[in-house]
């Protein structure tokens, strides 16, 4: 089985990481974490050293033993692009732990420290974003999905501030700033996570809750209300939830994803806190990855949809067990729209190459592979599997797989053989190879590829049409309309639209001024296409206050396409750039900046 990951320097088949015991301090003066990394090893006959990935780090000393202070010569390679630098240890012949002198840059690619005035209660705030290879940019360890360590860390931070890790947390704010933390299952380097800030904490369930900053949590426990529902139904789907705890923790708006899946602890963004528990299926998301992802890990980068396109399945399966079936068929559309989209665009720029689920990412950037081709084709792999079985034969085999593969990673490969045997000849069934390998090693969009019908949207589809044909906005019955058909009628407007058209269903709907995150970006791309300039405030300020690059990306690209939006996108982008957080500026510097 090839499990080459091309975006590490480590070579586990000769030293490898088990364990990792963190001894950090949280500068914010200076922004910087400092202290040690302790890292128990398993050695292969005949290694004389262990190499470990590194960022901008400053690596200032490395002992052998747990105690002891005898030196161990090290040796810190050349920077090269995305990957950073190899930090190869020279090893004593009885060597099996390392101690890791050292300080983060302030320019840390996976740290985000927030000023006061960008939080909601005014107190300087920390947070870290690892996946995909951003971990080494704040801790020397093997940054590889195959590579599984369990953890401890203990952290200095301000009295007044609480940190939080993707491990087992106190829960309370300690009286002098030190947290201590430990992490029993073992997890890949792209789930390390810290946070610090001005946190409170709020129990939602037996074994779950939220934390968020005071001033957010009120919201955020109301949001989030029915997050224990969602729980004991992934739990019945797919067996046992495996890592005792499951948290919320809601960071400021410039958090660049909407969610991160680290264990114990999804990272949220608020831009999920729409006041009427309509975006949650992004909580459903992250919550799945603690089976898909966090239990049963891509091996590496190029396999990212085994981590993304079996969560956006089983995310799907959690909403329609918990809201039925009809809801679930809606954000199914939506997806099969992103993915028709982001197909013919792709396919327009010449990457056809990279709409094949298993990619080929050797020399660039894990990066690349996050569209949704991983997320949504993948899901419809799954779903065209589903279809092909029967649900009753394919929930039995995903709880299986998740079962026997929990704590390992899986290829590509690696599922094809799991798939054709435990799902098809374990059934009597012959695998079907031939569709296999269309959905997975072929360009687009696959024949099989299952159709969704949404009742509820085909009635979005005839109120545009009448609405088209002269029937007012205001006479249309759109009173039981949810987000999801209102992202859905935004979406299917025609792109061209003359600014009065804009402005009549911007009065009656007040799309402008919605909370809703996801309507209002669908609704600013097309404000910005058809120059409705109304919608320019809001625009502005939505831009610089978040940092999501999901909408980032669709609304600044839009603007980018003529000479004026150009001159405007440079304008809001120079204010808002040191609100965004790494991940974000380095897709959109690309962009905006270094397109002349
Ligand atoms: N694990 C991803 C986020 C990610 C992927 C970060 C690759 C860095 C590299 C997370 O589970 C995710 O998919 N988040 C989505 C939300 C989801 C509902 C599609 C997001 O942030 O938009
Ligand atoms: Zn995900």
Do not use: C
């Not at 020279?90 to 050292?102: E, F, G, K, S, W």
């Not at 459903?284 to 091996?299: K, Y």
Request: aromatic residues 12%; negative net charge; without cysteine.
């Amino acid at each position: 089985m090839n499990t080459e990951d091309h975006h590490t320097f480590a070579r586990p088949d000769m030293a490898v990481m088990k364990h990792l015991d963190l001894d950090l301090t949280v500068n914010f003066d200076v922004k910087t974490l400092s202290g040690t990394a302790g890292i128990e090893i398993d050695r292969q006959d005949g290694s004389s050293d262990i190499i470990l990935d590194t960022k901008a780090l400053d690596i200032q000393e490395v002992f052998a033993g747990r105690e002891g202070e005898e030196a161990l010569v090290f040796n810190v390679g050349n920077e090269s692009d995305h990957m950073g630098s190899p930090l190869t240890i020279m090893l004593n012949d009885d060597t099996d732990y390392i101690r890791i002198v050292y300080e983060t840059s302030p320019e840390a690619e996976a740290l985000q420290w927030l000023e006061p005035v960008q939080t909601a209660g005014d107190q300087p705030f920390l947070f870290t974003q690892s996946q995909a290879i951003l971990a080494r940019s704040w801790i020397p360890l093997q940054d590889s999905p195959g590579i599984r360590f369990t953890y401890s860390a203990n952290v200095q931070v301000p009295e007044n501030l609480m940190a939080l890790m993707s491990a087992e947390n106190p829960m309370e704010k300690s009286d002098d700033g030190r947290y201590s933390f430990r992490m029993e299952q073992p997890i890949p380097a792209y789930l390390m996570a810290l946070s610090v800030g001005n946190l409170v904490f709020e129990s939602l369930g037996d074994k779950t809750g939220v934390y968020a900053e005071p001033q957010t949590i009120e919201k955020a426990a109301y949001e989030f209300a029915e997050l224990d529902k969602m729980l004991e139904a992934a739990e019945s789907l797919y067996g046992d939830y495996r890592w005792d705890r499951y948290d919320l923790l809601v960071l400021p708006p410039s958090f660049p994803f909407g969610g991160m899946e680290n264990p114990r602890l999804t990272f949220v963004t608020p831009t999920i806190l729409a006041g009427d528990r309509s975006l949650t299926s992004l909580v459903a998301h992250e919550l799945a990855h603690s089976w898909s992802g966090n239990l049963v890990t891509n091996a590496n980068w190029n396999d990212f949809w085994l981590n993304e396109g079996f969560t956006v399945y089983f995310e799907n399966r959690i909403m329609e067990e918990v809201y039925g079936r009809e809801y679930s068929e809606m954000l199914a559309n939506l997806s099969q729209e992103d993915l028709r989209g982001e197909v013919d665009e792709m396919k327009e720029k010449g990457n056809g190459a990279d709409t094949k689920l298993k990619l080929d990412l050797e020399g660039r950037s894990p990066d690349d592979g996050m569209t949704s081709i991983a997320y949504d084709k993948g899901y419809f792999f799954l779903r065209y599997l589903e279809e092909s079985v029967g649900r009753d034969k394919f929930d039995a085999f995903l709880s299986d797989y998740f079962n026997k593969n929990a704590f390992k990673t899986m290829t590509t490969e690696g599922f094809v053989e799991y798939l054709s045997e435990n799902l098809y000849r374990a059934n009597g069934l012959d695998p079907d190879t031939v569709a296999f390998n269309a959905w997975i090693y072929s360009e687009g969009l696959p024949e099989t590829l299952p159709s969704v019908d949404s009742d509820r949207f085909a009635a979005v589809d005839q109120a545009i049409k009448d609405w088209e044909s002269g029937t007012s906005p205001y006479d249309l019955d759109t009173k039981e309309w949810s987000s999801h058909e209102w992202l859905y009628f935004v979406r299917q407007l025609p792109d061209t639209m003359d600014k009065k058209e804009l402005k009549q269903l911007d009065e009656a709907f007040g799309f402008t001024s919605t909370g809703n995150s996801e309507v209002l970006t669908a609704w600013l791309v097309l404000a910005i296409k058809n120059n409705y300039n109304d919608a320019n405030d809001r625009l502005e300020d939505f831009l610089v206050n978040t940092g999501r690059r999901k909408f980032l990306v669709p609304i600044y690209g839009a603007m980018v396409e003529t000479e004026e939006g150009k001159k405007m996108a440079k304008e809001i982008y120079k204010k808002a750039r040191p609100n965004y957080h790494f991940v974000s500026t380095n897709t959109l510097d690309k962009m905006i900046l270094e397109q002349g």
